[in-house]
């Protein structure tokens, strides 16, 4: 719990200004009356999550501190069972509540800037329905919006010319399955990973259907793969509203659906926010700082 060398001891003392000493199997904290509720509060945080079978990097003591500081209430969302025992856990309030979101709805949307988990807890939830037993398959799906969905004209297979675009798809399973099994679980056809503009015509029964960077589909492309869905099957739906790479004349089939769809009974929608990017914490400056817009730039004399 406390890092390596005390690394984060060393966070939790700096940040709270209180004094923290370990002896005989007990954990005594001294300082102001708040710094200590809050120090207690947090190393009572951090014991939890290391007791249900979780890591603890530096960057999940930054948040659970500013959650602390805010007075943020602690997760309550059961962690997510992948394979391999592997046990994934929301790391920040807003994605406890997207995982919340997807266990209770069939048709979830999810916006959020880059790094906030949107494709991984997904695929993590997909992961943890299938080996349940609650699904009979798991169905990722992304446009290739930068060969403009033609794919015919790059050289190689079928699996060689949509690779390099359902790349972040792969990485995220392999995060949650052996290489071998995720192989064979898509020569069973447990497991497809495929273009948006293959889905037309199908239809989905007892699918986990995640369609990710959703932000470049088409109102017509939303539509058509939105009414894929079949009995049993759930859709997870994600994407960044500030990356669309459509053409300019073109509007954004995510947003649209979100306007579209609000209120329907059994489909939530979820917007993460830069305090749930759990990247490197320089991507949290970074999507700040594009956000911002361009700086000013001094004329020159």
Do not use: W
Not at 109 to 125: D, R
Not at 233 to 246: A, E, N, P, R, Y
Not at 270 to 287: C, G, K, P, T, Y
Request: charged share 25%; net charge neutral.
């Amino acid at each position: 719990m406390f890092g390596v060398r005390d690394q984060h001891l060393r966070a939790i003392r700096d940040s709270l200004g209180v004094q923290i000493h370990a002896r005989d199997g007990r954990i005594h904290v001294e300082g102001e009356s708040q710094a200590v509720a809050q120090a207690t509060e947090l190393l009572e945080r951090l014991h939890a999550r290391i007791r249900g079978g979780g890591g603890l990097a530096p960057e999940d003591v930054t948040r659970a501190l500013a959650e602390v500081a805010e007075g943020l209430p602690a997760s309550t969302v059961p962690p997510i069972e992948v394979y391999n025992g592997r046990m994934v856990r929301p790391r920040s309030p807003g994605q406890a509540h997207y995982v919340d979101a997807i266990r209770g709805n069939n048709l979830v949307f999810c916006v959020g800037p880059a790094g906030t988990g949107k494709t991984y807890l997904a695929v993590a939830m997909a992961a943890s329905d299938l080996k349940a037993d609650r699904i009979r398959k798991i169905v990722l799906v992304r446009p290739a919006v930068e060969a403009g969905e033609s794919l015919g004209f790059l050289p190689g297979d079928l699996q060689a010319k949509i690779n390099p675009y359902l790349r972040p798809l792969f990485d995220a399973l392999h995060e949650m399955m052996e290489h071998d099994m995720i192989r064979r679980y898509m020569e069973e056809d447990l497991i497809e990973v495929i273009p948006l503009a293959y889905m037309r015509g199908r239809t989905l029964n007892e699918a986990f259907i995640i369609l990710d960077e959703a932000q470049n589909t088409t109102i017509a492309q939303m539509k058509m793969f939105l009414t894929r869905m079949g009995a049993g099957s759930k859709i997870v739906v994600s994407g960044d509203t500030t990356q669309i790479d459509l053409p300019r004349q073109m509007h954004s089939g995510l947003i649209d659906a979100l306007d579209r769809l609000h209120g329907i009974r059994g489909i939530a929608s979820v917007a993460l926010a830069r305090s749930d990017i759990v990247r490197h914490r320089l991507v949290q400056d970074i999507v700040e700082a594009y956000e911002r817009g361009p700086a000013q730039r001094s004329s020159p004399n």
